[in-house]
T-cell receptor, first 113, second 107 residues
């Protein structure tokens, strides 16, 4: 079955460490997105990519980095510059222009210890 | 800011009652989608309505779209405790999401 996979489900980071969250899709979607969700809040856009080897900053890109070397993969690195990284991170994908909406992964919960 | 904004922020009802939540958006769209998010999970696509449609049904869900008012509503009929979740709307021309409506259905 086609879908979008995020790993790991839970991730713990020590202060000052960089960590990378994985997002893989086999839906043949061109566009991929990363969102951050804080408790009881909505989704905030971190980065998005509409084509391989290209990506754009969203609304809260500071302290995060991404790459899009393959169509299927859009990893997110949470760097030590992100001062408050504890949150729930969601990855999504869509065909270009999202004519049918977005498909989401099940999320990664990142906690700073 | 995001295209779609949901209202109310929170809604609490008894099992068996109907739940209605609204979405307003700012610019012309080709389609609008509704999603459900259970606590600690990803968003699940519920229903999509195109700009040339006024109403769409899927099981206990009914979605309406008023392009003149730039608004949509999601009605869940005969609600169940399992409908407890957050509900979000999104449009085809904006990848941003609002804060959602947190629905609590009490048994």
């Amino acid at each position: 079955d086609g879908g979008i996979t995020q790993s790991p489900k839970y991730l713990f980071r020590k202060e000052g460490q960089n960590v990378t969250l994985s997002c893989e899709q086999n839906l043949n979607h061109d566009a991929m997105y990363w969102y951050r969700q804080d408790p009881g809040q909505g989704l905030r856009l971190i980065y998005y990519s509409q084509i391989v080897n290209d990506f754009q900053k969203g609304d809260i890109a500071e302290g995060y980095s991404v790459s899009r070397e393959k169509k299927e993969s859009f990893p997110l690195t949470v760097t030590s510059a992100q001062k408050n990284p504890t949150a729930f991170y969601l990855c999504a994908s869509s065909p270009t222009g999202a004519p049918g909406g977005y498909t989401f992964g099940s999320g990664t919960r990142l906690t700073v210890v | 800011s995001q295209q779609g904004e949901e209202d109310p922020q929170a809604l609490s009802i008894q099992e068996g009652e109907n739940a209605t939540m609204n979405c307003s958006y700012k610019t012309s769209i080709n389609n609008l989608q509704w999603y459900r998010q259970n606590s600690g999970r990803g968003l699940v696509h519920l229903i999509l309505i195109r700009s040339n449609e006024r109403e769409k049904h899927s099981g206990r869900l009914r979605v309406t779209l008023d392009t003149s008012k730039k608004s949509s509503s999601l009605l869940i009929t005969a609600s169940r405790a399992a409908d407890t979740a957050s509900y979000f709307c999104a449009t085809d021309n904006d990848m941003r999401f609002g804060a959602g409506t947190r629905l609590t259905v009490k048994p």
